[in-house]
């Protein structure tokens, strides 16, 4: 735990103007960052005595070891540039809304030369139009086979459209009348576009114009008697109100806005956003976060508009926003708002009428949705941590093993050795910490001796991510260096610039998949790196019992154990990242040719080649004038092929298993489709 008086600015050397702080930890990892008005002012307040100071600051404050600063002009300038440093480093300390499920939007593909009406889920597109979200693609569904009778705009996908297009026969809907087919051409390109805006403005929220407009040509049909085309426009028109009934009025004047309401207690916080639009509600969402930094209401709503419109441009940022509490900060960040919507934007607290009482059920969805997820978290963590406590109980750990690493090695017959690891933080993957190796040390098949050079290397890396932070000089150990000769590699600018390093952090417990040989190694590896802070267990297939280094007899716990779980877990999830990893370096090795060593030799002249003389083998035996024959082939490039040829062995003549025969090449040279290529990957 840091002192925060060791790296406390000197007085007078902090700027009494606006900008955006960073603490940063040993590692120099950002863990928080903060704006303010006035860098003084604010960093003078985390400087305090310690016991004045709110528990979670206190925290982060004493893991914190550096603090820097940079100062810009304008309050607004602070804002974007606190969302764009906490979306870059991802701080441990910041307040991070977490969606708690992917929504689906209604989406229109603008940027297409006929636009198309999807369901889209993730991060939004360019020259998309997006509507909702939604709580249900099926909801999406029903309303777009709704508005389809008088939109008929493209549903289809790029290889139906080009599929019908080929063929000149459009798919179903365009015989039933529910898309205008511009795939044969029924309608032009500008044609269908418009039909698109209109559908976009539609689901904006403009209905009332529209279905006037279709009210008058109906009428106008009727006094013509065009009974049939009035009846269709009177189907349309009906089509239309039960789309629009599915998003009941709740606000009467036609308002767009965005209604944020936050549930809280102690510990975690709710979201809920209602997207209101034309007086409807066309979308909803919500977000939970741990409350890891001291914030109140107004702070967590402050939070959430960045997250929310941090994206976002014109008119996806509504006119209104209606909130819970305004931020600290009320006028930088409604002039962040107008700067992103290209015009004024009203950010304020509704007092009365159907806005308040609207508010009021954004707020019960928040508080309901706080409930809910601290019931489903609840169970999880309970069965999480009764799972490492009995893993510490087993092992006799002197505390609860909060980060694994486990480690596998994967082979096929000694080729192409790989080890793999993975991490379990709070017994929980952390696919980003998972890491690949390909063993160097020697040739051929040896577990032992390869877990022994993937530990060493691993604990290595993790010393000298130590040495450059002062926390290990190479008196305290053997050789830290990536290549185990002392060196350490340089500090780049990728791992200064406040992102966690790649091995940064130690394990409480090293796992591997295996029984006492490769629990030796591993032990074996971490005493001669001088590590024994570092506990080391392994388990074997065979009976799933647990292996302790320097023990005859190993743990045996009881099959319905939840630590049992979550390590036969750990370990079948680092089986299978070393099996996908050796997999895809074998069909990388078999894919290779003999033609691939050839300098300057692209994919065109290796086929060329290959179609002029039939097979790899027949090329071999060619001379060298018989390869400038080849078109675009000169004589230094033919000689570099023929000595690339040469020198690569035959490959063995491939072998009919059902009769066991050899199999010659036929008559122009090429061998049959399900035969064994030369270069060792199938012709199939």
């Known amino acids: 735990m840091a002192d925060p008086s060791s790296y406390r600015p000197k007085p007078g050397q ?10 940063r930890d040993e590692h120099r990892r950002v863990i928080y960052v903060g704006k303010a008005k006035s860098l003084r002012q604010r960093l003078a307040n985390y400087f305090q005595d310690l016991a004045s100071l709110h528990p979670r600051t206190r925290t982060m404050v004493t893991t914190a070891a550096s603090v820097e600063w940079t100062v810009v002009a304008t309050e607004v300038e602070a804002l974007q540039l606190e969302y764009s440093w906490i979306k870059e480093y991802d701080p441990r300390f910041n307040v991070k809304y977490r969606d708690d499920k992917s929504y689906p939007y209604l989406a229109v593909t603008m940027n297409e030369e006929f636009p198309r009406v999807q369901v889209m889920r993730g991060a939004k597109k360019k020259g998309v139009r997006y509507f909702g979200p939604y709580g249900h693609a ?40 529910k898309c205008s087919a511009p795939c044969v051409a029924r309608v032009t390109p500008q044609v269908h576009r418009e039909l698109a805006e209109d559908f976009c403005d539609f689901m904006a929220g403009r209905t009332g114009t529209y279905i006037r407009r279709l009210e008058k040509d109906m009428l106008t049909a009727a006094e013509e008697m065009e009974y049939e085309r009035a009846a269709r426009l009177r189907d349309d028109i009906e089509a239309l109100r039960r789309a629009m009934e599915k998003n009941a009025v709740v606000l009467a004047d036609a308002t767009d806005a965005d209604l944020i309401a936050v549930a809280e207690d102690e510990l975690e916080a709710a979201v809920q956003i209602f997207h209101v639009r ?24 402050e ?4 997250q929310l419109y941090g994206e976002e441009t014109g008119d996806a940022v509504p006119k209104e926003v209606l909130v819970p509490a305004l931020p600290d900060d009320l006028a930088a960040v409604t002039q962040w708002l107008g700067d992103r919507r290209g015009s004024a934007v009203s950010l304020r607290i509704p007092q009365r009428g159907d806005k308040k009482d609207l508010m009021e059920t954004v707020g019960r969805n928040a508080q309901q949705a706080l409930v809910l997820h601290k019931t489903k978290r609840a169970s999880d963590l309970t069965t999480r941590s009764r799972a490492l406590e009995e893993i510490a109980e087993a092992l ?5 093993p909060l980060r694994i690493e486990c480690f596998d090695i994967s082979h096929l017959q000694g080729e192409d050795v790989v080890a793999s690891m993975v991490v379990f933080e709070d017994g929980l993957p952390r696919k980003s910490e998972y890491r690949r190796f390909q063993i160097r040390g020697f040739e051929g098949q040896d577990d032992v001796r390869s877990m022994h050079e993937v530990i060493s290397r691993r604990f290595k890396r993790y010393l000298a991510e130590k040495e450059k932070t002062g926390e290990w000089t190479a008196e305290d150990g053997l050789s830290a260096g990536p290549g185990g000769n002392g060196e350490v590699a340089p500090t780049t600018a990728a791992e200064e610039n406040g992102r966690p390093k790649r091995f940064a952090y130690p394990p409480q417990l090293v796992l591997v998949d295996g029984g006492q040989p490769q629990v030796a190694a591993a032990q074996r590896a971490l005493d001669e790196l001088g590590i024994d802070d570092v506990a080391v267990c392994g388990i ?6 647990v292996w302790l280094p320097g023990e005859d007899d190993p743990v045996v716990l009881p099959r319905s154990s939840e630590g049992l779980y979550l390590i036969q877990r750990v370990r079948d999830t680092a089986h299978d990242f070393a099996i996908r990893y050796q997999r895809s370096k074998r069909t990388k090795r078999l894919r290779t040719s003999p033609l691939d060593a050839v300098p300057g ?12 003389f039939g097979s790899v083998k027949r090329l071999r035996q060619a001379t060298i004038e018989q390869i400038c024959e080849v078109p675009g082939m000169g004589r230094k490039t033919a000689e570099s092929v023929a000595v690339a040829l040469a020198r690569a062995a035959p490959a063995a003549p491939a072998v009919n298993t059902a009769t066991g025969e050899i199999i010659e090449d036929d008559a122009d040279g090429r061998a049959p489709a399900a035969d064994i290529s030369e270069d060792g990957g199938s012709t199939e």
């Open 601 to 612: 030799l692209g994919e065109t002249r290796k086929q060329a080649l290959i179609k002029h």
């Open 14 to 23: 902090i700027p009494d103007s606006p900008g955006v702080y960073r603490f």
């Open 396 to 400: 006799e750990l002197d505390s609860a």
């Open 540 to 545: 074997a297939k065979r009976m799933e019992e």
């Open 138 to 177: 099926w909801a999406i569904r029903e309303t777009v086979d709704l508005m389809l009778r008088v939109f008929p705009v493209r549903t289809c996908s790029a290889g139906v459209f080009k599929n019908a297009a080929r063929t000149g026969r459009p798919c179903l809907l365009g015989y039933i009348g």
């Open 278 to 301: 034309g007086g409807r509600v066309r979308g909803q969402r919500g977000w939970v976060t741990d409350k890891v930094e001291a914030v109140d209401t107004a702070g967590l709503v």
């Open 303 to 306: 939070h959430a508009l960045q």
